[in-house]
């Protein structure tokens, strides 16, 4: 009525091999995450970091290139382009002959 004797080896092998592994599991993945996590902040930092520094770099040559103002010497606006006053084309899609708009029920 019971198991026999030549099964109860080969389950407690099978359930020993189970054990440790879930105990690996739950002493390695913690670490891993964390050691993941540390990563990918680590590098979003290094990230932003490097993206300020273009940005500075970027505004610290648009304000040397920026033309001054003969009066007070300040930094005044870029001038107007020669098509500022006016604007650009836009293009709006022809309707073909003989179109009707589709009939809505309210």
């Given at each position: 009525?019971?198991?026999s004797?030549?099964?109860?080896?080969?389950?407690?092998v099978?359930?020993?091999?189970?054990?440790?592994?879930?105990?690996?599991?739950?002493?390695?993945?913690?670490?891993?995450?964390?050691?993941?996590?540390?990563?990918?902040?680590?590098?979003?930092?290094?990230?932003?970091?490097?993206?300020?520094?273009?940005?500075?770099?970027?505004?610290?040559?648009?304000?040397?290139?920026?033309?001054?103002?003969e009066?007070?010497?300040?930094?005044g606006?870029?001038?107007?382009?020669?098509?500022?006053e006016?604007?650009?084309?836009?293009?709006?899609?022809?309707?073909p002959?003989?179109?009707?708009?589709?009939v809505?029920?309210?």
């Amino acid at each position: 009525m019971g198991l026999s004797e030549s099964a109860v080896i080969p389950i407690a092998v099978l359930s020993a091999i189970v054990g440790v592994s879930l105990v690996f599991i739950w002493w390695w993945f913690p670490r891993a995450w964390a050691r993941g996590n540390a990563e990918e902040q680590r590098l979003q930092e290094q990230e932003m970091r490097e993206r300020e520094a273009y940005m500075a770099n970027v505004r610290a040559q648009q304000a040397v290139n920026r033309p001054r103002d003969e009066e007070t010497g300040e930094a005044g606006e870029e001038p107007p382009s020669e098509n500022h006053e006016k604007p650009p084309p836009v293009y709006v899609p022809q309707k073909p002959a003989g179109y009707q708009p589709p009939v809505t029920p309210y």
